[in-house]
């Protein structure tokens, strides 16, 4: 069972460590554990707690009342709560529970709900997505292993493929070819998924080749796939060449396709001037440039 301190519960769940403090002086509300040498301490079980806890604080109870409560009616409340699929912070925090039991069962079940009650594109933009930063977050600050990530990524993933897959049979009178990748030394793969789905939706044709793509391997997929576009993400710096050096060697091994690029790493760069590289700032811009190029 792994162990956290004060400041991880802090940085986890944004009550601040001083608050906890407070609480546990005045209401007598969720002591901490001591080691020999009684030093605090919290496990995942406090963890829960104090995530769900957080979700009633910000949808208006007190802590006067949450105190008077046991673990399992805070954890019934919640779930009460979470019937509400438009309230994105309850979504959020309860995901991130699913994520630490790594539960897949209880993962899969709030997945389904809300995509049943959302649809596919609310839930991945309104849920999916916040929830996504708040594991990196976690991840940076070292309060979740790189398995918890891996848990959490990974189920996303799947949902993706599976409901692309049922895109398949969609059509469309014209159809626009699109390559989708991500090249060398980049692994998240979320966010081309989704656009996949996007662009599976209005009926377009893809080739999707996945990540760390090497560059011999893109030129040749492009000579027998002949896109319209290519479209890629850059979030992580890659050990080989800056961003701009990367994405002029991308331009050169895409031929005449036009190539979409979205991610971190543009927004610390002056891209250059080419009328065959389409920056994507958010998902709504990179959405209406499909719409336009579709006229």
Not at 41 to 46: C, F, K, R, T
Not at 137 to 159: C, P
Request: glycine content about 4%.
């Amino acid at each position: 069972m792994k162990t956290f301190s004060i400041s991880d519960i802090e940085n986890l769940t944004g009550i601040k460590a001083h608050t906890i403090r407070v609480w546990e002086q005045r209401y007598n509300f969720i002591a901490p554990k001591r080691t020999s040498t009684n030093i605090r301490y919290y496990d995942d079980d406090d963890l829960c707690l104090f995530l769900n806890i957080s979700t009633l604080s910000e949808n208006g109870y007190k802590i006067s009342k949450i105190s008077q409560m046991s673990a399992h009616e805070i954890c019934e409340l919640v779930n009460t709560l979470q019937q509400d699929y438009y309230n994105v912070n309850v979504q959020v925090q309860t995901l991130s529970n699913a994520m630490l039991k790594m539960d897949e069962a209880e993962f899969d079940d709030i997945f389904d709900k809300c995509i049943a009650d959302l649809g596919v594109q609310q839930t991945i933009e309104t849920i999916i997505f916040p929830f996504m930063r708040k594991v990196g977050f976690m991840w940076q600050v070292n309060t979740i292993n790189i398995a918890h990530e891996h848990f959490a990524t990974h189920k996303i993933e799947q949902r993706l493929i599976a409901e692309t897959a049922f895109l398949k049979h969609k059509k469309k009178i014209k159809k626009i070819k699109y390559l989708l990748f991500l090249p060398p030394n980049e692994t998240h793969q979320v966010g081309l998924l989704y656009t996949q789905y996007l662009l599976k939706l209005e009926g377009h044709q893809t080739l999707y080749l996945g990540q760390n793509l090497p560059f011999d391997s893109l030129k040749e997929a492009v000579t027998y796939f002949e896109p319209d576009f290519a479209l890629t993400a850059l979030t992580i710096a890659n050990p080989n060449y800056d961003t701009l050096t990367l994405i002029n060697k991308l331009l050169v091994n895409i031929g005449n396709a036009k190539l979409f690029v979205a991610g971190a790493l543009i927004h610390n760069v002056v891209l250059p001037e080419n009328p065959n590289l389409i920056p994507i700032n958010n998902m709504s811009a990179f959405k209406e440039s499909i719409e336009n190029v579709c006229l």
